[in-house]
């Protein structure tokens, strides 16, 4: 594929690659590192909803969910049962706060290493649980293994890409994270049916096969050339930046990294110097999308859509099999992002998919407050069901080639080289929080807030495609380490960015648009 490209910022440099076999297989296992984190996604709303994990676990719940007639907002309510799915947030908070460091000075394929191997031992854990605390240790593992996935994958893909894919290949990690969904959601809808524990034990403990894959991926990868010369190895840094863009000609890509690298040696304290204010616009991007990204409301169908679904009436085959449905369209969505990402850039689809969530969200929330009013008892007819299932797909679909995919990328590659590891530990730290926010509060908010929980999170989807319309500047084909042009170029940001940051003054810049 020819790799020529025009960028849009004034300024920045156009390199040309083509794509390479060796790029290709490295992103292509690099990626791996999503499959845990869907996995785990997709797996844990099933095996809650399964009759003989709650027997043996949340034996409350298990009689609240087989009385007749309770309030249908309130039949899964319990404290109890969300610390389970939610547990594994606030443990891969805290780990991705260390992955930063190990990312850094060791490299990113060794934060991915032991991703895969925390998550390895946590399955372990889950599948032979005999107790609440194996189940809650397990999960706390889990936790640590995504922790440090989430914080090296991003990045590692980030940079390995040339940068005119840089976009579809980040993508790769969220297709993988639904992938994991998807073979999640199967394996549960063929484990439900087994009698006994041993459906639930198997669909816990299978978690080892994507965390294997991981562990093997993160030994045969090579690292990046940025975290080569980051740590002193510039030469094999430059032969990798050969073999990877496929030509000798590399010296200039080679020279910005070397740049990037001086650059970053002056900054001791990544975590205290991210706080400086030229490195507000990366600072508070980092924090806003992530939260934004959690406040579409996402995860309410990713955790629970076979609660959701079954409290809607569906029978809880049919649950497991509606979130099969959901989890496919969004896989299959998550390719438009892939393929479309680097062409039309990051704002057209997050605008796009902004709206498309505001407007199927509004008519989910109107559906299913005609049906079961405030009050909450009632049944709603097949017609009715199947068309709040369609808009469930519509609002997924919108979220698959937006904020899904975009949530991970655009963190990712706005930062320069010194914060870029502290950075994405706060993209992942306040993700997996909004995470564990909505994952521990979802259920109470449904049985308190009702249909308004889906205007509530309206409310947000409206506010982030205001925010993203105004305050992100387009980051396709920029090269990495020349972002900052894109940031001084910004209308807001611009004001931010010293003019020795990028080298000329953002009067300059502007007149270079011209
Ligand atoms: C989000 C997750 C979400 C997943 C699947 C990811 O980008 O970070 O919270 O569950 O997509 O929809």
Same mark, same amino acid.
């Given at each position: 594929?020819?790799?020529?490209?025009?960028?849009?910022?004034?300024?920045?440099?156009?390199?040309?690659?083509?794509?390479?076999?060796?790029?290709?297989?490295?992103?292509?296992?690099?990626?791996?590192?999503?499959?845990?984190?869907?996995?785990?996604?997709?797996?844990?709303?099933?095996?809650?909803?399964?009759?003989?994990?709650?027997? /043996?676990?949340?034996?409350?719940?298990?009689?609240?969910?087989?009385? %007749?007639?309770?309030?249908?907002?309130?039949?899964?309510?319990?404290?109890?049962?969300?610390?389970?799915?939610?547990?594994?947030?606030?443990?891969?908070?805290?780990?991705?706060?260390?992955a930063?460091?190990?990312t850094?000075?060791?490299?990113?394929?060794?934060?991915?290493?032991?991703?895969?191997?925390?998550?390895?031992?946590?399955?372990?854990?889950?599948?032979?649980? *005999?107790?609440?605390?194996?189940?809650?240790?397990? +999960?706390?593992?889990?936790?640590?293994?995504?922790?440090?996935?989430?914080?090296?994958?991003?990045?590692y893909?980030?940079?390995?890409a040339?940068?005119?894919?840089?976009?579809?290949?980040?993508?790769?990690?969220?297709?993988?994270?639904?992938?994991?969904?998807?073979? @999640?959601?199967?394996?549960?809808?063929?484990?439900?049916?087994?009698?006994?524990?041993?459906?639930?034990?198997?669909?816990?403990?299978?978690?080892?096969?994507? @965390?294997?894959?991981?562990?093997?991926?993160?030994?045969?990868?090579?690292?990046?050339?940025?975290?080569?010369?980051?740590?002193?190895?510039?030469?094999?840094?430059? &032969?990798?930046?050969?073999?990877?863009?496929?030509? #000798?000609?590399?010296?200039?890509?080679?020279?910005?990294?070397?740049?990037?690298? &001086?650059?970053?040696?002056q900054?001791?304290?990544?975590?205290?110097?991210?706080?400086l204010?030229?490195?507000?616009?990366?600072?508070?991007?980092?924090? @806003?999308?992530?939260?934004? *990204?959690?406040l579409?409301?996402?995860?309410v169908?990713?955790?629970y859509?076979?609660?959701?679904? *079954?409290?809607?009436?569906?029978?809880?085959? %049919?649950?497991?099999?509606?979130?099969?449905?959901?989890?496919i369209?969004?896989l299959?969505?998550?390719?438009?992002?892939?393929?479309?990402? #680097?062409?039309?850039?990051?704002?057209?689809?997050?605008?796009?998919?902004?709206?498309q969530?505001?407007?199927?969200?509004?008519?989910?929330?109107?559906?299913?407050?005609?049906?079961?009013?405030? $009050?909450?008892?009632?049944?709603?007819?097949?017609t009715?069901?199947?068309?709040?299932?369609?808009?469930?797909?519509?609002? $997924?679909?919108?979220?698959?080639?937006?904020?899904?995919?975009?949530?991970?990328?655009?963190?990712?590659?706005?930062?320069?080289?010194?914060? +870029?590891?502290?950075?994405?530990?706060?993209?992942? %730290?306040?993700?997996?929080?909004?995470?564990?926010?909505?994952?521990?509060?979802?259920?109470?908010?449904?049985?308190?807030?009702?249909?308004?929980?889906?205007?509530?999170?309206?409310?947000f989807?409206?506010?982030?495609?205001?925010?993203?319309y105004?305050?992100?500047?387009?980051?396709?084909?920029?090269?990495?380490?020349?972002?900052?042009?894109?940031?001084? @170029?910004?209308?807001?940001?611009?004001?931010?960015?010293?003019? /020795?940051?990028?080298?000329?003054?953002?009067?300059?810049?502007?007149?270079?648009?011209?």
């Amino acid at each position: 594929m020819a790799g020529g490209f025009v960028s849009q910022t004034p300024g920045v440099r156009n390199y040309n690659y083509k794509l390479t076999p060796k790029v290709f297989i490295t992103c292509f296992i690099g990626a791996f590192g999503g499959l845990i984190f869907g996995y785990d996604l997709g797996i844990s709303g099933g095996v809650t909803s399964m009759e003989p994990f709650l027997k /043996e676990f949340f034996p409350h719940v298990y009689k609240k969910m087989k009385s %007749a007639h309770e309030n249908e907002y309130c039949r899964f309510d319990s404290e109890l049962l969300t610390l389970f799915t939610s547990s594994l947030y606030l443990a891969a908070l805290v780990s991705s706060l260390f992955a930063s460091t190990i990312t850094r000075i060791f490299g990113r394929k060794w934060s991915m290493f032991l991703g895969g191997f925390t998550f390895f031992v946590g399955s372990a854990f889950n599948g032979f649980a *005999q107790n609440i605390a194996m189940l809650l240790i397990g +999960r706390i593992l889990l936790g640590f293994g995504v922790g440090f996935a989430n914080q090296s994958v991003p990045v590692y893909l980030s940079e390995m890409a040339p940068p005119n894919l840089r976009g579809a290949f980040n993508n790769g990690f969220q297709v993988a994270i639904i992938f994991g969904i998807v073979v @999640a959601t199967i394996i549960n809808y063929f484990t439900a049916q087994m009698k006994g524990n041993i459906g639930w034990r198997i669909s816990l403990g299978l978690a080892c096969v994507p @965390a294997m894959m991981i562990m093997f991926g993160a030994l045969i990868l090579p690292d990046t050339p940025n975290s080569l010369i980051e740590r002193g190895f510039a030469e094999e840094a430059k &032969e990798m930046l050969r073999s990877l863009r496929g030509t #000798d000609e590399v010296e200039e890509e080679f020279q910005d990294l070397i740049d990037a690298s &001086e650059e970053s040696k002056q900054v001791k304290h990544p975590w205290k110097n991210i706080l400086l204010p030229r490195y507000r616009p990366q600072l508070i991007m980092t924090c @806003a999308i992530p939260f934004f *990204q959690q406040l579409t409301g996402i995860n309410v169908i990713t955790f629970y859509a076979p609660v959701l679904f *079954q409290t809607l009436g569906f029978g809880s085959k %049919a649950s497991l099999l509606s979130a099969m449905v959901t989890g496919i369209i969004e896989l299959l969505c998550t390719f438009v992002a892939v393929f479309t990402v #680097d062409r039309f850039g990051r704002r057209v689809l997050f605008l796009q998919g902004g709206i498309q969530m505001l407007i199927s969200q509004i008519a989910i929330g109107i559906m299913i407050g005609v049906k079961f009013g405030t $009050v909450g008892t009632g049944n709603i007819g097949k017609t009715d069901a199947n068309v709040i299932v369609a808009l469930i797909c519509i609002y $997924v679909a919108g979220f698959a080639w937006s904020w899904g995919p975009l949530g991970w990328l655009v963190p990712s590659e706005i930062s320069p080289l010194e914060i +870029r590891s502290a950075a994405q530990a706060i993209n992942v %730290a306040v993700n997996m929080f909004f995470t564990f926010l909505v994952a521990q509060l979802f259920l109470t908010m449904l049985c308190h807030m009702k249909f308004g929980l889906f205007f509530f999170f309206a409310v947000f989807v409206f506010i982030m495609t205001i925010f993203i319309y105004l305050m992100l500047p387009e980051t396709k084909n920029v090269p990495i380490e020349e972002m900052n042009r894109v940031w001084k @170029a910004h209308w807001f940001w611009g004001t931010f960015i010293p003019d /020795e940051a990028v080298g000329v003054s953002a009067a300059e810049l502007q007149q270079k648009a011209v």
